[in-house]
């Protein structure tokens, strides 16, 4: 899987720009910090799961003084080629088309673009709360098996539900509201117990992943472990109908999947409480290793690597041990030094105010991509060769 050429409209601090990748090895994005180095791997990011990687809101993703941005990649899937397209509006709704068919669901940018994201604020998938690692669950298994989405999504549901049953009932629930609530907590449990289980299953499934890339990267022998607890015990329907009282005086859901956590470990140790910043730094990079590991398996190609500015913390060792784990494929990497010498750049691209210049191209591109076509729209033509990076 591979970006062969991506065009950017009033996105962030881009008015237009234009980025042709090395197409199967590694693309380097250098300048000061605050030129937009960042918000190049975002645009990806975007196109690839309709969020931003460094959770920022929508609007501030559209250059300012201007009403919306427009992100747009051509990219090759195995033997397909596939032209993603987002328009992305400082209000109202955003939208997202796959060679000119509108996207309904995140999962369905799943067969057309697949990254993985290495960022500083990794840390907090360590260090952070349960809610961080749950929602890391989710974009795995949902970009792994897209039917899983609709599975996410059914158990967000029942619980916003559920809870406005329980705000409803304010703190004096009566029959009525007990049927329902016995009805919310049959789906819950349902939906619930089969979202959890998935959970468990690729939490099974990377920590031997995750622990090879962990030892590696520390240079010992200290096996990393992920463990899925979940908040209740036996039936969860039987738990929340045990639960119920509490949660109405609450007025809160106080069991299921979006109480759970994914407890990481090395040698046994709790990894938030008892391992040093630079372990919890190389857990974070290890579980991103193993994902990426995962989706390559099941892509039979590996997804494009998005590599934010991940070596400004690693000492010399960890910078080769990453370097050397990291599989065949695209991968964009931002840095406002020169990168490791271990690291062999295909191309190098400066960045600085709002512009992108590299070794092939010039400064960007002379006309921005048009929006996306709306489906009663005939398809316009993506732009032709240009001045941009990388461009013949």
């Known amino acids: 899987m591979a970006i062969s050429t991506l065009w950017l409209a009033d996105f962030r601090c881009f008015t237009e720009a234009e980025l042709r990748p090395d197409p199967e090895g590694l693309t380097v994005l250098r300048g000061p910090n605050g030129s937009g180095k960042t918000s190049v791997l975002e645009a990806v990011g975007w196109l690839a799961t309709q969020r931003s990687i460094r959770g920022a809101p929508r609007d501030v993703l559209v250059r300012s003084g201007t009403g919306r941005a427009v992100v747009r990649a051509e990219a090759s899937a195995g033997e397909r080629a596939v032209l993603v397209e987002a328009e992305i509006p400082a209000e109202g709704q955003a939208r997202t088309q796959v060679n000119r068919q509108p996207v309904r669901r995140r999962s369905e940018?799943?067969?057309a673009l697949n990254v993985t994201v290495f960022a500083p604020n990794d840390l907090d998938l360590v260090q952070g709360g349960p809610a961080g690692r749950r929602e890391y669950l989710d974009?795995?298994?949902?970009?792994?098996?897209s039917r899983l989405d609709a599975l996410v999504t059914e158990v967000d549901r029942i619980l916003?539900?559920?809870?406005?049953?329980?705000?409803?009932?304010?703190?004096?629930?009566?029959?009525a509201i007990v049927t329902t609530l016995e009805v919310w907590d049959a789906r819950l449990g349902e939906a619930g117990t089969a979202l959890a289980?998935?959970?468990?299953?690729?939490?099974?499934?990377?920590?031997?992943?995750?622990?090879?890339?962990?030892?590696?990267?520390?240079?010992v022998v200290e096996p990393v472990t992920l463990r899925y607890r979940r908040s209740w015990d036996g039936d969860l329907t039987e738990a929340l109908a045990a639960a119920r009282h509490e949660d109405v005086r609450r007025q809160a859901t106080s069991v299921g999947p979006h109480r759970d956590d994914?407890?990481?470990?090395?040698?046994?140790?709790?990894?938030?409480?008892?391992?040093?910043?630079?372990?919890?730094r190389c857990v974070a990079l290890a579980l991103r290793l193993a994902t990426h590991q995962l989706r390559r398996?099941?892509?039979?190609?590996?997804?494009?690597?998005?590599?934010?500015?991940?070596?400004?913390?690693?000492?010399?060792?960890?910078?080769?041990?990453?370097?050397?784990?990291?599989?065949?494929?695209q991968v964009l990497l931002t840095t406002a030094v020169d990168p490791p010498p271990v690291v062999q750049a295909g191309r190098v691209v400066e960045v600085a105010g709002g512009r992108l210049t590299g070794a092939g191209g010039g400064p960007r591109s002379s006309s921005p991509p048009p929006p996306p076509a709306s489906p009663a729209s005939p398809p316009s033509p993506?732009?032709?060769?240009?001045?941009?990076?990388?461009?013949?």
């Open 109 to 111: 940018l799943a067969d």
């Open 139 to 145: 974009d795995v298994l949902v970009a792994r098996h």
């Open 160 to 175: 916003r539900q559920r809870g406005a049953v329980l705000r409803q009932a304010g703190g004096r629930p009566d029959s």
């Open 197 to 219: 289980a998935e959970r468990e299953a690729l939490a099974a499934e990377l920590t031997p992943h995750a622990s090879d890339a962990y030892e590696r990267l520390a240079g």
């Open 262 to 280: 994914l407890e990481l470990s090395i040698a046994s140790r709790p990894t938030r409480t008892h391992a040093s910043q630079g372990e919890q």
């Open 297 to 329: 398996d099941d892509l039979t190609e590996a997804p494009v690597l998005l590599l934010d500015d991940v070596f400004s913390e690693l000492d010399a060792y960890r910078a080769a041990a990453l370097v050397e784990l990291l599989p065949p494929g």
């Open 382 to 392: 993506p732009p032709g060769p240009s001045e941009g990076v990388g461009a013949p």
